[in-house]
């Protein structure tokens, strides 16, 4: 009983934390499930929270299935982004190398997404990748999307 209790708060504080962080913006299914939703690519935004006027566009799939509607699928690795200035950059917090901007949980508890912030001080440019990790064997699958600091006038 005291499992079940705690499997299901569990599967509602990454539903929670993960809609909190992202967007969506919209999805396609890839395949028909019978019972079930179906298996589908989802399109996210999400706002780099340290970096005001850097959006960032994430593309994932996300499995269906009676297993993906209780939460409980693990989910693939691949993911794709894309991120853009849109509006002035003002930094609003203490920037770290390597610092984790985006994170979702992939699977029950052993794997996650995650979108990473690099900074090219000779380019001037922000970098951002999206991986996944898992707590015995990750993956090498990832994208990257770098942003260039520009001006930014207000027309």
């Not at 970096?51 to 989910?75: P, Q, W, Y």
């Not at 794997?111 to 990790?133: C, E, G, M, N, P």
Request: some cysteine; hydrophobic content about 35%; aromatic content about 8%.
């Amino acid at each position: 009983m005291k499992t079940n209790i705690f499997v299901s708060a569990l599967l509602c504080y990454v539903t929670i934390v993960s809609a909190s962080q992202a967007e969506e913006i919209g999805s396609v299914d890839t395949e028909f499930k019978f019972l079930g939703p179906d298996h589908k690519i989802v399109v996210e935004a999400f706002d780099d929270p340290k970096i005001e006027g850097i959006t960032c566009h994430l593309s994932r799939s996300k499995k269906g299935g009676l297993k993906g509607m209780v939460g409980l699928a693990e989910e693939t690795s691949d993911a794709s982004i894309a991120c853009r200035q849109v509006g002035p950059i003002r930094i609003v917090g203490e920037l770290k190398e390597g610092e984790k901007v985006f994170s979702e949980s992939r699977s029950l508890i052993f794997k996650t997404l995650q979108v990473v912030r690099f900074f090219d001080k000779k380019r001037q440019t922000y970098i951002y990748l999206v991986y996944s990790d898992r707590v015995i064997e990750g993956s090498p699958q990832n994208a990257i999307s770098t942003v260039p600091i520009q001006s930014w006038s207000s027309r």
